[in-house]
């Protein structure tokens, strides 16, 4: 994870301080300023309106010493070394580094501050370009053999950014682009274990979920229906489309057959000029339909149920309608000591052990179940000892 050090008030150990000053030597006015020159009186006694960033107090200006060290860690951030989760947002950053320039204009220390800014600006684009294509959201190859490279990856702030600016322009690249894209910030965003506030938009374009064939058919169907009057040829290639799928259910069902169907239908909605329906106007994206049920939205699904062994599947809160009696009379006195104090049953602690119980008990569990009137969610035959797998499940939550 990156430093969330900010400026070097924060820097309380001096390892950051140390890293920049040695990268950037500090003007013999930094060096030779005191500590309250630097960082402000003890205690804090600096009023608001001396920070460039007063909301937060941060990047103090009130020397030319204390000006020029937050300018030195305020670029640093911009730049991306060691961005962390609270870094401001764009607007404010801009205003805080008007805060910065005005105060080093009050001080006259203008053209220091321009040297380190060109210095560390310098320093960037070297190590930009020592990035590879995988740290950045958009890789362009333009016709003359050159290479556009925006929107890097290597810090939170960053990404952050790129899924926002993803979310707001993602329908301006075809599936196979946007699906692209999708994977690289999703896979920066888990290796920093950041929070975008795009995860489930994100692991639908990058292909990360399920359907099943019935879902991928009606998507297909959908679409002949809307261009059914428009274009009778395009609509008789969509039913074909849609016959195939209906024919072959364990091809729709495989990844690598949903994310072809996925860029055919992103395709065809671009032709049609369907886009235009998505969101407001009702039509899903293809990936919205295709991989519609992500691993966490099953893995939520899968935390509310209970599966048995026998193949049964109960909603976890339905456990509730079992006293602690019951349990006892039919699955014996050790199981209903373990999950209740006597009188509450503690369910999640009976659905964790329900799910394990050896088929025979399993079925035990059931007919209880079923004398206690616990409503059954389903029963599946396929059902096995090593329980549901992660897209069984998934098919489930569309389901239910």
Known sequence: MASSILDHTQDLSGVETHRLTSLYAPPEFVKTASHE?????????????????????LYPCHTKAATWMSCLFFMDKMAGAGSGKDVPGPAQLRQIGQNIEKQARFFQIAPELD????????????????????????????EDGSKERHYALRNDGEVKLAADWFSKYRDEFVFADRHTMARKILDRADALELDTGHTEMLAKTAGLGYCAAA????????????????D?????????????AQAHPLETRDLGQR???ASVLDQFDRVAHLTELYDAGGLERPEEVLFQITEKTARDFLNAHVQMTSGTVYEKSALEQ???????EWMGKDLADEVSNGLTVDTDKLAAIASTLPRG??????????????????????AHATGISIQEMAELAERY
């Open 37 to 57: 020159q630097l960082y402000g009186p003890e205690g804090g006694g600096l009023p608001n309106h001396v920070f460039a960033d007063p909301v937060h107090r």
């Open 115 to 142: 040297t380190l800014k060109v210095a560390m600006a310098h320093d960037s684009g070297d190590a930009l370009s020592r990035l590879t294509d995988n740290m950045f959201a958009l890789v362009w190859a333009n």
């Open 215 to 230: 879902t991928a058919v009606a998507a297909i169907e959908k679409r002949a229906n809307l261009v059914a009057r428009k």
């Open 232 to 244: 009778p040829k395009m609509t008789e290639a969509l039913r074909e489309l849609a016959k195939t």
């Open 259 to 261: 994310i072809k169907l």
């Open 322 to 328: 079992l006293p602690a009696t019951i349990i006892h």
């Open 361 to 382: 008990d399993a079925e035990m569990f059931d007919r209880m179940a079923q004398v206690a009137g616990v409503p059954v969610l389903m029963r599946d035959k396929a």
